[in-house]
């Protein structure tokens, strides 16, 4: 753990709770922790170099929730700092009906890395090494930091060197979610940048993959500290997620090279998957994206009532969550009871957008979300 401390603050990879800075309200606390596939952005020779011993196996990571982000954090040092990520929100929602999922997407993504600091908005690390963004676990998954820019832009022509980059995009997904239709929430605040970002952290059994079993699943949730129920109303963020059809259509058309469907799936289920996902090998086939449930700008509990009563999922992942004993009875109660999710959900995602965060000195606050500024 002390180990893990030195490295943190070192790197300002993740870490929670230092002296607020001058322009950062808050008490003192204790430390501790898109769519693009540009490694690099810059020059190596004008890199700070960083000492491969000072870096610590990603398995020593303690997932910590911080108890010290506050609310209003900015309301003296950027007093429309809320007002204006929430209408920028807002205009972006109208014009691209992704973008609540593109949010929810991206802060579940840096969250589950290195914490939410903001590592996976970064286009080049000071190491030199490939970012969480070019990672394959990333790069054709994410779309949402041009979003985060254009906010960044607004925020810092009122206050110039304020307001971080992960705060913004913990506030931007807490807008979207009212804007999903959850009750409206006020956002925690003082989170601080990371200056380092790396692919293979990335790729260290720190994001999920579609096709893994229920045991790495919940080996990754609790291991990130989210219990079996959290795992699930987590992956209730598919309610406004799309999938596209090379993730899911062997389930239709060749389940694990039996040349036939997969026997979970019902008749009907799969005619619609080949309906939606016509023609496998084909130039076409990724195209056109699919929803996971009916209603995808709507955060509600129809995903779990689409598992239940129709016995429909795309993902194999999701499939595991109607087959095993461990998680149905949680997948049917929130299908049954349509006050849960809607409740259950946004505090998940406050307890996700808190973890291992960089705080007081730690990290910076980025001027450019896309890079450090150093």
């Not at 020059?43 to 398995?59: E, G, R």
């Not at 940048?193 to 293979?200: F, Q, V």
């Not at 952290?201 to 079993?213: G, I, M």
């Amino acid at each position: 753990m002390k180990m893990s401390r030195i490295f943190l603050a070192t790197l300002s990879l993740l870490l929670l709770f230092l002296v607020a800075s001058s322009k950062e309200e808050g008490p003192p606390k204790l430390p501790f922790h898109f769519h693009s596939l540009f490694p690099f952005l810059g020059h190596s020779d004008d890199l700070p170099q960083i000492n491969p011993q000072d870096v610590p196996p990603v398995d020593q990571k303690i997932p910590v929730v911080s108890n010290s982000l506050k609310i209003d954090f900015y309301k003296f040092s950027c007093p429309n700092a809320e007002k204006i990520i929430a209408d920028t929100v807002a205009e972006m929602e109208k014009s691209n009906s992704d973008t609540i999922a593109n949010f929810i997407r991206l802060q579940f993504h840096d969250c589950f890395v290195n914490g939410c600091d903001a590592s996976i908005l970064l286009d080049y690390s000071p190491t030199g090494d490939k970012v969480e963004k070019s990672s394959m676990f990333n790069g054709l998954l994410l779309k949402g930091a041009d979003l985060i820019d254009e906010i960044k832009t607004r925020l810092e022509k009122q206050c110039p060197g304020v307001v971080s980059c992960a705060d913004i995009l913990s506030f931007a997904t807490n807008e979207a979610m009212t804007l999903g239709g959850l009750p409206p929430r006020k956002p925690l605040g003082g989170r601080r940048d990371a200056i380092i970002s790396l692919a293979t952290v990335a790729e260290a059994n720190n994001l999920p993959l579609p096709d893994w079993t229920m045991d790495q699943m919940i080996e990754l949730f609790e291991r990130k500290g989210f219990s079996v129920e959290e795992m699930v109303i987590l992956l209730g963020a598919h309610s406004v997620g799309i999938a596209h059809c090379d993730a899911f259509m062997e389930r239709a058309y060749n389940f694990r090279a039996t040349g036939k469907p997969d026997p979970t799936l019902t008749l009907e289920v799969v005619e619609e998957i080949k309906k939606a996902c016509p023609g496998a090998g084909t130039p076409q086939y990724r195209n056109p994206p699919v929803n996971f449930d009916p209603t995808p700008t709507v955060l509600d509990n129809l995903f779990f009532r689409e598992m239940v009563d129709r016995r429909k999922t795309l993902l194999i992942t999701d499939s595991h969550l109607l087959e095993d004993p461990r998680t149905f009875p949680i997948v049917q109660k929130l299908a049954t009871d349509p006050d849960m999710f809607p409740k259950r959900f946004p505090e998940v995602m406050t307890k996700l957008s808190s973890l291992n965060v960089l705080m007081g000195k730690e990290g910076e606050i980025r001027k450019i979300c896309r890079s450090t500024n150093v």
